[in-house]
Structure formats: structure tokens, C-alpha cells
């Protein structure tokens, strides 16, 4: 039996309450299944807001089919919800939305769509009426209650000092994660921070059901991107991360460097690429030093990679024993 059972491991019917959260642009077919496969739940990475929205469709159709024929568990797609001047969804963001919930209607996977950056609130209905189990990343506990108010599933409460992007009024995850778990009546699942069953256990005695995790995924040999990137992270300490414009939390590279002595003295920033080019040639092609390497804080506690077979099972009974310590015997559930 599985050592941890919580509301959100019943909702999904999984075996451990650890979620790789939304990482990309880049493929990461390969370390969704693996995570899928070890018990938790895995993420595709959609192929990016910049993508032009036929090619980015065939691109995510083909991610999810190849994800799917690596596991037979359940699965998540993450989708950016990205707007437009005029308010609306963005084409390529709805473009991928739809096709998430025409697959599902289609009886086939996902079964999960994990909801980012901004709100699909106009799709809504459309998410749950496709069968799909809906999570919204939240950066408030303003955003957590509209959320919930509209009919998603869980939330994944985001707290600054996680990587990539992140929300504009900085709240960490030691006030946000409980502040969310006081307001809402659906599964909470803590970002930010989390790298080990030390910080599932504090996760679940905040008020969570279970945590997502990016960064400490990076660091295993399961993701397909390149080996550059890991030791990025493996080579991170503490404040060698910054927060750019969007906002968004990455490590510190020639690059940054060169865009923090701009900001400082106003100077011209040049960069040898640019949007989400950046990121893909960090991910894709191991360029760290002119690249983006998104990543969290808790880089600086990530010092060897794993595979995620051993880590899920790991996490989860470390954060069962200490939990059953703590209670002195009583079950960790929520």
C-alpha cells in the first residue's frame, strides 16, 4: 500500500501525492511517464506561446501519443493561458486548450489539464465537460478562491521562490500554501520549494495534499533534456538565482549577468537570443551560459541526480515517517 494517501491521490487514484509541475518549453514526454509510471502524476510541456498554432497542435498531439504510449497511467498536459491586447485567450493558447479537451472527449488521454500563467475562465465549462480533471496554478489566495468559485479541481499554490514564472506580488510558500488551504475546500498542492519528503511532510501539515515539483525533476536521468541543464542546477548555491522581467525566477548565466549590469546602469541589453528561443536552446541544446535556465531556489539543496523510480517512493515514505512521528501514530491524511 502506499504510504500517503490524500485527497488528492483519491481524486486522481494514484499512488503518491507529488506532481511534476509544468516544465518546458521543451519535450518532456519521457519524464512525464517516468513520474506517471513511479506513482505520482507526470506533465507534458506544451510547445510554447510563441509557436504558430497549427504546427504547435500536431506538436502537442504528438507529445501527448508519445507520453501515452510510455505509461497506462494517469497523465497531465500543462497549457499556459496566455491573452491577447484585447482580453481573449490567445490563439495559440486556446489552440492547445481545445485540443486537450477534444482528445479527452475523444475518450483518449489526458485525463489531467494543469492550467498556468493565467485563467481559462470562458473554457471552463467546456475543461470540466470533457471529463477532464482540472488544475489551476495560483500565484494568490485571491486567484485560489476564483478559481475554486469556478469549478477546478485542485490548486497548485505557487510560492515566490519557485522557477520560472512566478506571480507579480511576491508571497512564499510558507504563507501562501496555508493561506490557500484556509480558503478553499478543494485539494491544495504546494510549489515551490520542495525537493524531498522533508518538504512533502511540512506540504501536508500546511494544509496541502501533496506538492509539485520542477526543478528537483531536472536533476534526474529521466528528462530528455540536455545534461548541461541538470548540472546547471546541480552547480546552483544560494543567490545564484534572480527574478527577470515576466516576472520569472532563473539562474544566473553571462546572460543574466548582462541583463542585471543593464538594468543596474541603464545601459543596452543585447542577448544572443531572444523569448522563448532562450529557453529552448538552454533546454534542447545545453547553451547555459547565453540561454534561460529557469529554475527555483531549491536548486541550492539539489546535489546529485536520481533517477524518478527511486525518488517518488522515497519522498513519500521519508515524509510518511515523519508525519507518523510527529502524530504519534495517528494517519497522515488530508
Known sequence: MPPLSTRFTQLLEIDHPIVQDGMGPYVTDRLAAAVSNAGGL?????????????????????????????????????????????????????????????????????????????FPGELCEDIRDAGLIHLQKVGSTRQAVKAAAAGVDAVIASGYEMGG?????PVHTMVLVPNVADAVDIPVLLSGGARDGRALAAALCLGASGVAMGTRFIATEDIEWHPAYAQ???????????VTEGPARVLRNRAMERWSAARRDGSPYTAKYRGEKALFHAQRDGDVDEGIVSAGQVASGIT??????????????????????????RPPVR
Not at 68 to 94: H, K, M
Not at 165 to 169: D, G, V, W
Not at 304 to 329: H, K, S
Open 42 to 118: 507526470g506533465t507534458v510541456s506544451s510547445p510554447g506561446r510563441e509557436a504558430e498554432p497549427s504546427r504547435g497542435e500536431r506538436e502537442l498531439r504528438s507529445r501527448i501519443a508519445h507520453t501515452a504510449s510510455l505509461t497506462d497511467r494517469p497523465f497531465a498536459v500543462n497549457v499556459p493561458v496566455v491573452r491577447d491586447p484585447s482580453g481573449s485567450i490567445s490563439e495559440i493558447s486556446a489552440t492547445y486548450l481545445r485540443a486537450v479537451i477534444a482528445a479527452r472527449k475523444a475518450g483518449e488521454p489526458p485525463k489531467v489539464l494543469i492550467t498556468s500563467s493565467g
Open 165 to 169: 514564472h512566478i506571480a507579480p506580488h
Open 232 to 242: 546547471a542546477v546541480l552547480a546552483a548555491g544560494e543567490g545564484d538565482d534572480l
Open 304 to 329: 546529485e541526480l536520481v533517477t524518478v523510480q527511486d525518488l517518488l517512493p522515497a519522498m513519500a515514505d521519508e515524509a510518511a515517517r515523519l508525519l507518523n512521528r510527529g502524530l504519534e501514530g
